[in-house]
């Protein structure tokens, strides 16, 4: 009967229906089976696949607006199904990372290859894969935590970067292709906010909207105050001139042109609250454009970025001047033929944007004299040049990261970048060696890089690339083979523990997973040893490799851990490594996780159980 109803139902009555958002793609397909009127209603019907396509990628809307052919026509059903089987693939290979991948730590490029095929389109991919999977991982990583598959989740934050990092590049080679006048700082900044952020969506329209909103803030400003202000005649073809390109001079006279950057600087600074960061000042926040422009504050860099791209929308032109210890941009009242003995104006947009000359300069960093005393003689940056100083911020930040678990994954990806900016300097190339060698990771990716630097003559680095070619391929030799199996652990009466149990330390307080044990302890480094010297049971008692809430990895004695009487997550990016599931008391070992530790799922509930019949935990144990 209610078949019947709906089918009596006008059909754009029915499609109305069919694009409700909580309707998906199953739904709609299992109507169209009921009877042959609704199949033909909805299987003809484009657009409503088109939409329903949308409603589950709404972030590829923009891909196919500005990247499909003009005159194409796109059978939207197909494209669903295209997509619904790339998304099997991809989880179909996501699934076996761990038990191809779970004894390596950093894992080489080479493990990624088999979802090339998958995205890259001179492999046969489909035009638009690869944003299509980065939406499927980026969705995968940010689901809640009590339903994701978590190991699922710490492999798909890898191969989202693997696939990031292969389009940024070819990127990175149009953007350095561009004319000059169009390579605007804001693109090159947001290449390098998309490489270090791999699970987030940083869009270049995301960034250019808010640089318009504070663009459009100081023209609403400027109306108020100077109403006859030339800015006002202008047309939106000339907006979108500047907008796009590095203009060549001032386009207003001095005055009009003073009005502007005072404007700007009431409304960035003021109205919309920027400000220059001392605390955690090479914080990767304070680096990445987009989370500039969300929290209103940054370093001179980013800051300088920001103040240059809306003043240039603007019609005002500002130069990015690079300094040892700080950075600036330049402004002169004219930048025509005879500007050379023009003065120099420099904007500390570290401070409010204020306006210094060498006659009111003030002392930067400890420099005992001022970096613009010579005034003349400071040339601008490029945008090129600019972004290099945004990769060398980024590995002094990462360098000051004190838990290594996460401070060896963003210092590669930090070290590639700058590779990947400054291909002809071996210094990235050298570190990546140094950090691949610690790592255990294969090096032959690194050889070839330095194969083709020593192949470049114009390279003043020639001869050092080959010193480090030769180092590298002796160090490879030194590589240890990865295990691939590991004796089952057999435990002793002595280990009260077990695996993806939450505890406590007793004396610092932080909540803690165990992810293994060892009867004895079996530390080598020497700072460990003498700190376990002096424990009340010394060595003899057993050790477990635990990581911490805070991020870190640590190796901690019996005597020092207690069970936590309120499991909560923990915050650590490693869990997905070892554990696929968080059911609110303990955490479950993935499949090799459990193979090393066969009998401590056992051990586990036994103990956990004890300890909820003598009421010392809250929440019975569960699987």
Not at 24 to 44: A, M
Not at 255 to 271: G, M, N, R, S
Not at 528 to 540: N, Q, S
Request: aromatic share 12%; with cysteine; glycine share 4%.
């Amino acid at each position: 009967m209610s078949n019947y109803t709906i089918n009596s139902l006008p059909s754009e009555i029915i499609v109305r229906i069919l694009e409700d958002k909580q309707l998906g793609f199953s739904d709609v397909i299992n109507l169209s089976f009921t009877c042959k009127n609704l199949h033909k209603i909805i299987d003809n019907d484009n657009e409503l696949w088109k939409r329903k396509f949308f409603q589950r990628w709404p972030i590829l809307e923009e891909i196919y607006r500005t990247n499909k052919p003009k005159g194409c026509i796109v059978n939207w059903k197909e494209e669903i199904e295209i997509s619904l089987n790339i998304r099997k693939k991809l989880l179909y290979q996501l699934s076996l990372m761990s038990s191809k991948h779970y004894r390596q730590g950093e894992l080489p490029n080479s493990a990624f290859k088999v979802f090339d095929p998958l995205f890259r389109v001179e492999d046969g991919a489909h035009p638009f894969a690869y944003y299509f999977l980065v939406d499927e991982l980026i969705s995968l990583i940010k689901a809640p935590a009590l339903t994701n598959n978590l190991t699922h989740r710490y492999y798909a934050l890898k191969v989202v970067e693997y696939l990031k990092q292969n389009h940024l590049k070819k990127e990175w080679q149009k953007f350095i292709s561009l004319p000059p006048s169009e390579q605007t700082l804001e693109k090159g900044a947001t290449i390098v906010a998309q490489w270090g952020q791999p699970e987030r969506h940083v869009t270049y329209s995301y960034i250019l909207s808010l640089l318009d909103t504070i663009a459009e803030q100081t023209k609403a400003l400027l109306k108020e105050r100077y109403p006859a202000h030339s800015i006002f005649s202008t047309s939106p073809e000339q907006f979108a001139f500047w907008k796009n390109n590095i203009i060549d001079d001032n386009q207003w006279s001095v005055p009009e042109t003073k009005q502007i950057t005072d404007a700007l600087c009431k409304v960035l600074f003021y109205k919309f609250g920027f400000y220059g960061s001392n605390e955690m000042y090479y914080s990767s926040e304070n680096s990445f454009l987009d989370r500039v422009l969300e929290h209103t504050r940054g370093i001179p860099i980013t800051l300088a970025i920001v103040f240059e791209s809306v003043a240039r929308r603007l019609g005002v032109r500002c130069e990015p001047v690079i300094f040892p210890s700080h950075f600036l941009l330049r402004w002169k009242e004219t930048y025509g033929p005879d500007s050379e003995n023009v003065e120099n104006f420099y904007i500390d947009v570290f401070n409010d944007g204020e306006f210094i000359t060498k006659d009111n300069c003030p002392r930067i960093s400890g420099v005992s004299k001022c970096p613009i005393e010579k005034y003349n003689v400071h040339r601008p940056a490029t945008a090129v040049e600019v972004v290099r100083r945004m990769a060398s911020n980024l590995e002094i930040g990462v360098r000051q990261q004190t838990h290594m678990n996460w401070r060896i994954s963003r210092l590669r990806s930090t070290l590639e970048l700058r590779h990947m900016v400054q291909p002809n300097d071996p210094d990235p190339i050298l570190k990546l060696g140094s950090l691949y060698v610690e790592q255990n990771i294969d090096l032959t990716e690194l050889t070839d890089m330095l194969r083709t630097l020593q192949m470049d003559s114009k390279s003043s680095d020639c001869w050092q690339a080959r010193v480090i070619f030769y180092e590298l391929e002796r160090r490879q030799n030194e590589l240890l083979p990865v295990v691939e199996e590991v004796a089952p652990k057999k435990r002793g009466p002595d280990v009260l523990y077990a695996i993806g149990m939450i505890m406590k330390h007793k004396i610092h307080q932080f909540l803690c997973v165990i992810t293994g044990w060892d009867p004895i302890s079996t530390a080598t480094s020497s700072t460990i040893v003498m700190a376990i010297r002096e424990l009340k049971k010394g060595e003899k008692q057993p050790f477990y490799e635990v990581l911490a809430d805070d991020g870190s990895y640590q190796y901690i004695a019996q005597e020092n851990l207690v069970v936590a009487v309120e499991p909560e997550w923990i915050n650590n990016r490693l869990i997905g490594k070892y554990f696929y599931k968080f059911n609110g008391m303990y955490y479950l070992p993935n499949e090799e996780k459990a193979k090393e530790y066969p009998e401590d799922e056992e051990a586990r509930n036994r103990y956990l159980q004890k300890l909820f019949n003598k009421g010392y935990l809250r929440t019975e144990t569960c699987t």
